[in-house]
């Protein structure tokens, strides 16, 4: 058994040098032996000219499109590793850029007069530290009955209830706004309103009156120092 | 800032260049593909099967090509896609399907005494009928002659494709002919090529 598995050692060339010597010995006495080197060399012939490369284009180009997505994934998660930090900080820096961008557009937007009578939350001030505008100092012919303060859109709101000879009105007044967009003279909800601004705050009166005497309210507040 | 430029700043960042492994992977694969999935197809006898095989073995050997040791890579692909084979076949064989022969150590002449002459056996053969005749010879004896004779691998490549002892592979090698030629010369006489007094 050991020759015959010699001889095809010798036909693989993986015979030692003393073997493949008694190999060669062996095959001139025994013809037998002879004739299965032969054979053996035969089958490794037919095998390699018989057994031809196979169509496989298709195949090769499945594994150069699973290869291409594994370097892509390789590469989005080696990204994602090695600058984790600086992504999460680029994060953060961008939600409080946009945070304070959005505060800014905000505060510098005018308030709505159409969103006055949904406008919540109003908090009643004390009127002798909250009179920041100097009604009650110079408009003491008007009684102040209350001031009132809120947040809309991360605005400060106030909100004044004054009362004159011809009954009550409100003062809304919205600080940091250099225009208005829309119409000045409005009406909401049955209640005619006049907007304007007037030294960086926009102020809105409204009342149950003609938007003439509305204008006259404006005119007096205009004139204050 | 010209395109050009834009594009060099571009594929030299991290997320967009191109990985030179990839690069260097695809090269070696390529040449040896046909090789690696002849194997395959041969192994498996099926063209579907063969095609699965073949791609998991080239992304398992892209994933461990940091470990290839730079001498043989066909050696080193035949090796990877072998033992994916060998272990899908012993999980058919769990599931009880064998064409494997027990006693595998029994060596045996491949061209016994008043056996049909080799050339007249061979000179007239085709490709498909030696691919057909090598598709009887069962798994182990198969994958060893295929390696050997086909891919032309070594006997210590061969153990190492096929997870056995170098002896294993000689005797293996040795049955695989011997049932091969027996294969082929069945096969001639069936279709008339020799007869039985040849």
Known sequence: MSEFLDVHALADNEADASTAKAVEEAMQRNPQLRSEFDSILLIKQTLQGHCKGVHCEETWSACQDRLAQIERSDRVTGFVSKYSWQLCGSFVVLVLFAGLWTRSTNQSRSLDPSQVPTIAGFSPMSSSTADEFGFRKYLSEWQLQGIFRTNVDGRAVWRYDMVDGRGPFQIFVTPNVNHIEGACRREVQGLNCYSWVHKGAQFIVVADRDHAELEQIAQRINGMP | ?198
């Open chain 2, 1 to 198: 800032m010209g395109i050009a430029a834009t594009k060099g700043i571009l594929a030299g960042t991290m997320l967009f260049r191109r990985d030179a492994k990839r690069d260097r992977f695809e090269r070696l694969t390529e040449q040896i593909f046909p090789s690696l999935f002849g194997t395959a197809l041969r192994l498996t006898r099926d063209r579907e099967e063969a095609s699965d095989l073949a791609q998991e073995a080239v992304i398992r050997a892209y994933e461990a090509f940091e470990r290839f040791d730079g001498r043989n890579f066909k050696a080193w692909m035949l090796r990877i896609l072998t033992n994916l084979y060998i272990n899908k076949y012993r999980q058919r064989k769990r599931a009880g399907i064998s064409d494997s022969l027990e006693d595998e150590h029994t060596a045996e002449p491949v061209a016994p005494e008043g056996t049909t002459p080799d050339r007249i056996l061979f000179d007239n053969l085709v490709g498909a009928e030696v691919e057909e005749a090598l598709g009887r010879v069962p798994t182990d004896f198969r994958t060893a002659v295929l390696l050997s004779d086909v891919e032309g691998l070594t006997y210590e490549e061969i153990a190492e494709a096929t997870n056995v002892p170098i002896g294993t592979v000689r005797s293996r090698l040795a049955r695989g002919r011997a049932i091969l030629r027996k294969e082929l010369e069945q096969y001639a006489l069936e279709q008339g090529y020799i007869r039985k007094e040849q």
